[in-house]
C-alpha cells in the first residue's frame, strides 16, 4: 500500500501583492533543516523576480513556534542548515543573502536563535504578544553564529543586546518592541493580518523606487552586504574553531539526550 507523500517543509502563497512564505516543520518548532533553507532560498529568489510581488511576509506554522532555528538534530547527524549549492547565502538560504523585495517577519511565536537570525535579517517585523525571542546557543556550546552576534548589537541597544547574547535569556514581544527588534506586537491570532496590511502600505509605493530605497538603506549589492563582509570573516573563524571543541559535541548530545551539559572549556 503506497503512503501518502509528505507535504513540502515551506509553503508559498499569493495575497495580492504580497507573497507569505511560511516554515511548515510545527512537529519541530519550525526548525530549520537542509531542506527548509533550500525551499526558503528558492521561494525568496522567486519572489525577488517577480514583478507582481512587492512584498514578501515570512512565518511559521502553528501556533508555537515562528522557528527554532537550527534543526540540532540534524546537525548531530551533520547536516548544515543552508541550500544546496548556495551555501554562501547562509543560515536559511537568506541571512547572509539579502533580496531587494522588503521582507517582514510575522513573529507567530518563539524566534530562538536562527529564528532570531531570521527576524533580524528580515527589514520588518510584527509579533504575536506570545513571542519571545533569544540566542540560547551558548546553552549549547556553540554561538549565534548565523548574524546574531553581528547584528543584535547594531539593531539593539548594546547592553541590552549583550545580555542576550551573553546569558541566552530570551526577551519578550513587550521587550522587543520596546528596544526597537519588531515594529509592533499584536494579539497571535492577529499576526498575519497584522503583517499583511503592513505588507500592504509598503506595495502601495514605487516598487522600484522601494527596492533601491532598501538596497541602499542597508548596503546591499548584488545580493550581498560588502560591509559586513570583515564581520561574517572573523564570525566564520571563530565558530570554525568553537564548532570543533568538545564542549560543542557535548552540548548537541545534552540537547538530543535531553540532559544538563558537562562542560570542559575544551
Sequence with gaps: ?????????????????????TIDRPQARNAIDADVATRLADALEAADADRDVRCVVLTGAGDKAFSAG????????????LAAGREHYGFGGFVRHPISTP?????????????????????????????????PEISRG????AGGVLRLPEQLPRKVAMRLILTGRPMGADDALRWGLVNEVVPAAEVLPAALRLADEVAANAPLAVQASKRLALGVVNGDLPH??????????EMAAVIRSADAAEGIAAFVERRAPNWTAR
Excluded at 559586513?228 to 573563524?237: G, V
Aim: hydrophobic share 55%; charged share 20%.
Design 1 to 21: 500500500m503506497s503512503t501518502p507523500a509528505q507535504e513540502p517543509a515551506v509553503r508559498t502563497e499569493r495575497v495580492g501583492a504580497t507573497l507569505v512564505i
Design 70 to 81: 537550527a534543526d540540532l538534530k540534524a546537525l548531530g547527524r551533520g547536516e548544515r542548515p
Design 142 to 145: 556553540i554561538f549565534a553564529a
Design 103 to 135: 521582507v517582514i517577519a510575522a513573529v507567530n511565536g518563539a524566534a530562538l536563535g536562527g529564528g532570531t537570525e531570521l527576524v533580524l535579517a528580515s527589514d520588518l517585523a510584527v509579533a504575536a504578544d506570545t513571542a519571545v525571542f533569544g540566542l
Design 228 to 237: 559586513e563582509a570583515a564581520a561574517w570573516e572573523r564570525n566564520d573563524a
